[in-house]
Nanobody
């Protein structure tokens, strides 16, 4: 059974940083691209960042490029999202997903999802 478990969310002030983690089990982690999406209240789930199987290729939504960094540790079956210079508009539930496609930015390309972790940025 595939499980993705996100952690690391919380309440921070604008300008601060957070690091999210996504621990995977039940799948051949290094065979999957990983991504982070987010969903704010009343809005659709949107792409944030994606990472290839080896970690050599990264993809970012324009609004987070330069502030967020996606990474992975295949030995630990874990993906990360380092978020810096957080803004109130980054407030959302953040989800990690796994996909056999490289660089996919549509949620329907992702086969497995975690339960999400809440990130709240106050102004």
């Amino acid at each position: 059974q595939v499980q993705l478990v996100e952690s690391g969310g919380g309440l921070v002030q604008a300008g601060e940083s957070l690091r999210l983690s996504c621990a995977a089990s039940g799948l051949a982690f290094s065979s999957y691209s990983m991504a982070w999406f987010r969903q704010a209240p009343g809005k659709e789930r949107e792409f944030v960042a994606a990472l290839s199987r080896s970690g050599s290729m990264t993809y970012y939504q324009a609004s987070v490029r330069g502030r967020f960094k996606i990474s992975r540790d295949n030995a630990k079956n874990t993906a990360y999202l380092q978020m810096s210079s957080l803004k109130p508009e980054d407030t959302a539930v953040y989800y990690c997903g796994s996909s056999l496609k490289i660089g996919a930015q549509d949620s329907w390309d992702y086969d497995n999802w975690g339960q999400g972790t809440q990130v709240t940025v106050s102004s």
